[in-house]
Antibody, heavy 123, light 108 residues
Framework: QLQMQESGPGLEKPSETLSLTCTVS??????????WGWIRQPPGKGLEWIGS???????YYNPSLKSRVTLSVDTSKNQFSLELSFVTAADTAVYYC???????????????WGQGTLVTVSS | EIVLTQSPATLSLSPGERATLSCRAS??????LAWYQQKPGQAPRLLIY???NRATGFPARFSGSGSGTDFTLTISSLEPEDFAVYYC??????????FGGGTKVEIK
């Protein structure tokens, strides 16, 4: 059974860079059948897709965040990571990593999710 | 960007009743629409993909229909564990992948 776990600081100061890592267990990240994504959810609000990455490092970003987001993958550790720069209070959210499946190209739905990690941006 | 509008925002029903949730897209997404279920404090779970296909672990009382811009999630007879928030997501025209604002199904 695939499991995904986000890790990283729960508190960031405004203007700093948020960094999160997702560790995948119970399956390999090195598969062409899936993509690996980040989705966030501000407290009490809906879901926002941040971006996704393939095991080979191809990246796809939400245009609204593209200038601040970097995704990377480390297949040797079965991990992928998110960096979001110049954070503000509006970036406070639960951040989920998820596996993309049933894809057309890199356009996917997400069938496995991490439990999510709350990141608060505050001075 | 494709905007998905879900209605109603809240649906108050009793166990055993039928639930009908709507998701409307700002332009056609063909059949490339999914539904997720989210319970408090939990991650979303993929429920339906490509409009009609039930994901692993969900019973037959859940069904999806529609095409183009109008989609429906139907729960034929609500069980206590079905009370949750439901989101739709499109993967037709991207980036970005987009989600609807959600429908909360609550106990009446």
């Amino acid at each position: 059974q695939l499991q995904m776990q986000e890790s990283g600081p729960g508190l960031e100061k405004p203007s700093e860079t948020l960094s999160l890592t997702c560790t995948v267990s119970g399956g390999s990240i090195s598969t062409s059948s899936h993509y690996w994504g980040w989705i966030r959810q501000p407290p009490g609000k809906g879901l926002e897709w941040i971006g996704s990455i393939s095991y080979s490092g191809s990246t796809y970003y939400n245009p609204s965040l593209k200038s601040r987001v970097t995704l990377s993958v480390d297949t040797s550790k079965n991990q992928f990571s998110l960096e979001l720069s110049f954070v503000t209070a509006a970036d406070t959210a639960v951040y989920y990593c998820a596996r993309g499946s049933y894809c057309s190209g890199a356009s996917c739905y997400y069938d496995y999710w991490g439990q999510g990690t709350l990141v608060t941006v505050s001075s | 960007e494709i905007v998905l509008t879900q209605s109603p925002a809240t649906l108050s029903l009793s166990p055993g009743e039928r639930a009908t949730l709507s998701c409307r897209a700002s332009q056609s997404v063909s059949s490339y629409l999914a539904w997720y279920q989210q319970k408090p404090g939990q991650a979303p779970r993929l429920l339906i993909y490509d409009t009609t296909n039930r994901a692993t672990g969900f019973p037959a009382r859940f069904s999806g229909s529609g095409s183009g811009t109008d989609f429906t999630l139907t729960i034929s007879s609500l069980e206590p564990e079905d009370f949750a928030v439901y989101y739709c997501q499109q993967r037709s025209n991207w980036p970005p992948l987009t989600f609807g604002g959600g429908t909360k199904v609550e106990i009446k």
